[in-house]
């Protein structure tokens, strides 16, 4: 069973620093393409970042473009979202979300993660 | 960036009726299009992907149809669970991945 829990979530500043992480299991990780997409609160989805399955292709969202980094370690099953000066606007639930079919970029989002929440405010 | 509208905000049906959303696009995205089903304080669950293809392990009271700009989504006779909040997206051109605003549907 397809399995993603975040972590790192929490309260900050604006202008401050969070990393999220997301542990995966239940599957071949390295063989699936990632996503970041979060939720503000009483909101809809916003798609956040995107990262291949060997971490060669990554594309960012405009609002959060210089601001934020994705990366993953295959060899640790596990997909981070570096955040860097954080606005109150970037207030919002993080979900870790897999695609439906491996060695594809189809952009299927087909097993999100519970999402951790991150406040940003002072 | 491709915009996509979904109609209605919210729609009021009871058990056992059918429901129809809609979700229309500012330009074609061919079949590039999938819808999710989010109940409060859960996480997102994938229905349908590329317009017309059940997820694994959803119900075939669901289903989904349309190309290039206009697609619906069916349910054809409620039940209890499926009120809840349902967002399209879109695959096709891309970045970014985007959203409808979601069609919130409630018990009447």
């Known amino acids: 069973e397809v399995h993603l829990v975040e972590s790192g979530g929490g309260l900050v500043q604006p202008g401050g620093s969070l990393r999220l992480s997301c542990a995966a299991s239940?599957?071949?990780?390295?063989?699936?393409?990632m996503n970041w997409v979060r939720q503000a609160p009483g909101k809809g989805l916003e798609w956040v970042s995107y990262?291949?399955?060997?971490?060669?292709?990554?594309h960012y969202a405009d609002s959060v473009k210089g601001r934020f980094t994705i990366s993953r370690d295959n060899a640790e099953n596990s997909l981070f979202l570096q955040m860097d000066s954080l606005r109150a606007e970037d207030t919002a639930v993080y979900f870790c979300?897999?695609?439906?079919?491996?060695?594809?970029?189809?952009?299927?989002?087909?097993?999100w993660g519970q999402g951790t929440l991150v406040t940003v405010s002072s | 960036e491709i915009v996509l509208t979904q109609s209605p905000a919210t729609l009021s049906l009871s058990p056992g009726e059918r429901a129809t959303l809609s979700c229309r696009a500012s330009?074609?995205?061919?079949?590039?299009l999938a819808w999710y089903q989010q109940k409060p304080g859960q996480a997102p669950r994938l229905l349908i992907y590329?317009?017309?293809n059940r997820a694994t392990g959803i119900p075939a009271r669901f289903s989904g149809s349309g190309s290039g700009t206009d697609f619906t989504l069916t349910i054809s006779s409620l039940e209890p669970e499926d009120f809840a909040v349902y967002y399209c997206?879109?695959?096709?051109?891309?970045?970014?991945?985007?959203f409808g605003q979601g069609t919130r549907l409630e018990i009447k």
């Open positions: 590329d317009a017309t």
């Open positions: 990262i291949s399955s060997a971490s060669t292709i990554i």
């Open positions: 330009q074609s995205v061919s079949s590039f």
């Open positions: 979300v897999r695609v439906v079919t491996p060695h594809s970029h189809d952009i299927n989002l087909g097993y």
């Open positions: 997206q879109q695959r096709s051109i891309w970045p970014p991945i985007t």
């Open positions: 239940g599957f071949i990780f390295s063989n699936y393409d």
